[in-house]
């Protein structure tokens, strides 16, 4: 028997927990612009905690994607 590993979508990064996936997102819609992600979200998110995300995010592209995809369809 294997053992389960944890979704790659609950991995968070930070003090706050944010979630890895949703810091790929927020950046994003930021246009890939760190400074302005950052900036926008200086009271939870550090320098530090975007590269862990995007250090993740490229270990897990496949997950975060999907999960990217999911979250920005429209609501029916």
């Known amino acids: 028997m294997g053992v389960d590993q944890p979704s790659p979508l609950n991995v968070r990064v930070g003090k706050a927990g944010i979630k890895a996936w949703m810091v790929i997102l927020w950046l994003r819609l930021s246009d890939d612009d760190k400074a302005r992600l950052l900036d926008g979200y200086s009271s939870v998110l550090t320098p530090e905690d975007m590269e862990s995300a995007l250090w993740f995010y490229e270990n ?17």
């Open 60 to 76: 897990n592209r496949t997950e975060i994607d999907q999960k990217i995809e999911e979250e920005m369809q429209p609501v029916q």
